[in-house]
């Protein structure tokens, strides 16, 4: 199979990838951060099986906008201060998802990422585009380096801030806890609850 490329600005580029994750695609697309590879619902082994991922590694979701987290996790105080505050944006929370366990989940700060979202039902497995343990992609270039002929479809949207990742909180105890520090500094973290607790 041959990875195709299409340019984010391309007529009708969101649903040509909408339909290609229907059909059980794997689809790379740029966020805020790097550049992200999804399966559609129901394909999520695809997705280990493009990246070489380990099965033990969840796959966080990438959500449209932060009304479709209610629907998806048991929502504490902490992390309706935190989703309010920097969604959307670099920072990932951790939520325990009925019959699920736990589940990261971020609302990227890209137009196309969350418009592709959208039509793909509101929430969408994601993670790096990239073969696990290589360095991740700022390019659709970088993508085909590593994916080409493992995935469905690339959505060149130039290049991505990249850099830094996103900070990771979890959220699912009494106490929020920083896993990875990344993008958004733990004072701001910390300031956020403060003032939803106040």
């Not at 059909?23 to 999520?44: K, L």
């Not at 366990?101 to 929430?123: C, H, K, M, W, Y």
């Not at 959220?171 to 929020?176: A, F, L, M, R, V």
């Amino acid at each position: 199979m041959k990875t195709r490329l299409v340019k984010a600005d391309a007529p009708g580029v969101v649903e040509e990838a909408a339909a290609a994750l229907d059909r059980g695609e794997v689809v790379a697309f740029p966020t805020d951060t790097v550049y992200g590879v999804a399966a559609g619902h129901g394909h999520i082994e695809a997705l280990f099986k493009a990246k070489g991922r380990p099965r033990d590694r969840r796959i966080p979701v990438l959500l449209s906008d932060a009304s479709h987290l209610e629907a998806s996790a048991i929502v504490t105080p902490a992390a309706r201060a935190l989703a309010e505050r920097f969604w959307p944006g670099p920072l990932t929370i951790v939520l325990v998802a009925p019959r699920r366990g736990t589940l990261a989940f971020r609302v990227p700060a890209n137009d196309l990422a969350r418009r592709l979202i959208a039509a793909s039902g509101g929430g969408l497995p994601v993670t790096s585009a990239n073969l696990s343990g290589r360095p991740d992609a700022t390019t659709a270039a970088e993508v085909l380096e590593q994916l080409d002929g493992r995935i469905a479809l690339v959505i060149d949207g130039g290049r991505t801030p990249g850099g830094v990742a996103s900070t990771v909180v979890d959220c699912t105890g009494p106490e929020p806890r920083i896993l990875r520090e990344g993008a958004v500094s733990a004072k701001e973290i910390e300031r956020a609850i403060r003032g939803a607790a106040a």
